[in-house]
């Protein structure tokens, strides 16, 4: 048996003991500096909208005046986007993972597929802008209205809401999938029945993640034309629009010539933070309130 030096082992213990603090130290240190840096910002962002916020704000129309300016129909924008982008998100999204994770056969096909969704999740945004471009805006010729705007941040967010589901639809347990086919259920009739309930908390949670990422996007809508003028207030589909981050896009660059309209930025900024805020924790609610444990 060789023989174990006491003296060598202590050192090694003691060098093991020093990495891990040191990496401990490092980890801790990261994570302060991203605190800080977010509790900067959103000390800057907050007290620059003091003041601005107020019911004439939420409910105005946009002006070229600051002291008059509203952000009703950037409000307004943005409801009617994710009227088109919620519908279209979940029926595509989800009825493409029930298809790669319950009826696709496993093969080179279903690799290529699930492989080129994975890649498309990570793609920047800008490229789906020129998609819409070029499929909905030039393509089909529908312009640059709500609905163009709609399918094109469909396209960005649609990997995301398939990955999601395909995992939900992976966490249920095959034992229910397989009491289901010993009643004398169809492969539908398990799906609908069966999978679909016990993976809707983790797909709702995707959906809605991916529709709070959806909000805060621009690139995709600067690049089709999304203006942010002093348009009417949308009433359907096929008005032109202008949502929350491109109005913040729009005011921020304004603001090198007049100072109040970082202001309005910082207040529109505020409205955007806690619509995603209320969206983010609905989807926690419904992961906490919906979610079954087999």
């Known amino acids: 048996m060789k023989h174990v030096d006491a003296a060598q082992v202590q050192k090694n213990m003691g060098s093991r003991l020093l990495i891990n603090k040191m990496a401990r130290t490092l980890f801790l240190f990261a994570t302060l500096f991203g605190l800080v840096v977010l509790i900067v910002l959103i000390y800057r962002v907050f007290s620059e909208s003091l003041g601005w916020i107020d019911f004439n704000f939420l409910t105005g129309k ?10 009703m129909g950037a409000i307004s924008g943005t409801l009617w986007l994710m009227a088109v982008v919620a519908p279209v998100t979940m029926f595509l999204g ?8 319950e009826y696709a056969k496993k093969g080179r096909l279903q690799s290529f597929i699930q492989t080129n969704i994975s890649n498309l999740a990570g793609v920047p945004s800008i490229v789906f802008g020129i998609l819409g471009l070029t499929l909905f805006v030039r393509g089909i010729d529908l312009g640059a209205i709500i609905l163009a705007g709609g399918l094109t941040m469909s396209l960005l967010v649609l990997p995301i809401v398939v990955v999601a589901s395909q995992e ?9 999938r397989e009491a289901s086919y010993a009643m004398g259920a169809t492969k539908w009739q398990t ?8 993976a809707l908390p983790g797909i709702l949670t995707g959906v809605i993640l991916a529709l709070s990422r959806a909000i805060g996007e621009t690139a995709p809508l600067i690049v089709i034309g999304i203006p942010a003028l002093l348009i009417p207030i949308p009433d359907s589909v096929f008005d032109k629009f202008t949502i929350l981050p491109l109005q ?6 304004d603001s090198a010539l007049t100072t109040e309209y970082a202001n309005l930025a910082a207040a529109t900024i505020v409205v955007l933070l806690i619509t995603l805020f209320l969206m983010n924790s609905i989807a926690v609610f419904i992961r906490n309130k919906f979610q079954k444990r087999y």
């Open 62 to 71: 946009l002006h070229t005046d600051p002291e008059k300016a509203g952000i």
């Open 94 to 101: 989800i009825g493409t993972a029930i298809y790669l994770e």
């Open 248 to 253: 913040i896009y729009y005011w921020t660059i």
């Open 168 to 176: 939900a639809l992976r966490a249920v347990p095959g034992y229910l």
């Open 191 to 198: 799906v609908k029945n069966v999978v679909l309930p016990a």
